[in-house]
């Protein structure tokens, strides 16, 4: 295996190329937003034995009951980011039958083909250090931040999260000579 930068790795034969693209591995936001996940566990917990266990009135329930469906969702999106950054990947595979994309949490995930002749303008994007989109996938808590997308039968595709420009340019240079060395 060959790096590019320190989150992504790839291997090169004369019928495949395989990229593994990792989250960015920092222990302190990783240990804030697991204790965060955890306290907020704890406040669902809470509240769902409060609606079992208090005498409460009929308006009270139904605050909590409001409260738990903003809960469940934030607890949902967020155990998904965090579970992302621990044991989250990107595969891509590229060979002679087409480009293939995995999004993987542990070995699971649905893999994704397309094939070549029907992949338009493969574009690596990078947004403005001071718009509020670059700010918003700078978080931990933001899944997304692709950065580089093609278009395909009409469809956007996407991957390629939170690469540094570096990173990028890269790995776009190595895509582009296998797409074009594959597609043959």
């Known amino acids: 295996m060959k790096n590019i930068g320190d989150r992504i790795s790839f291997e090169a034969s004369k019928v495949k190329t395989t ?15 697991g204790a965060w996940l955890g306290m907020w566990y704890c406040i669902g917990g ?41 044991f989250g990947r990107e595969l891509l595979k590229l060979d002679r039958d087409g480009f293939h994309i995995k999004n993987s949490f542990f070995s699971y995930g649905k893999l994704r083909t397309y094939y070549y002749e029907n992949i338009k303008e493969l574009e690596f994007v990078i947004p403005e250090k001071s718009s509020i989109r670059s700010v918003w996938e700078s978080s931990p808590w933001v899944s997304g931040g692709e950065r580089f997308q093609f278009e395909y039968f009409g469809k956007t595709k996407k991957f390629g999260r939170k690469l540094s ?20």
């Open 46 to 86: 809470t509240v769902i034995w409060s609606l079992f266990k208090l005498s409460l009135t009929e308006q009270e329930r139904i605050i909590l009951y409001i409260f738990l469906v903003f809960w469940f969702y934030y607890a949902y999106r967020i155990s998904k980011a965090y579970l992302w950054l621990i």
């Open 165 to 184: 420009l570096k990173e990028g340019k890269l790995l776009f240079d190595l895509l582009k000579a296998k797409i074009k060395t594959y597609s043959k």
């Open 19 to 33: 990229v593994v693209i990792i989250p960015e591995r920092n222990f302190l936001v990783n240990t804030l937003m």
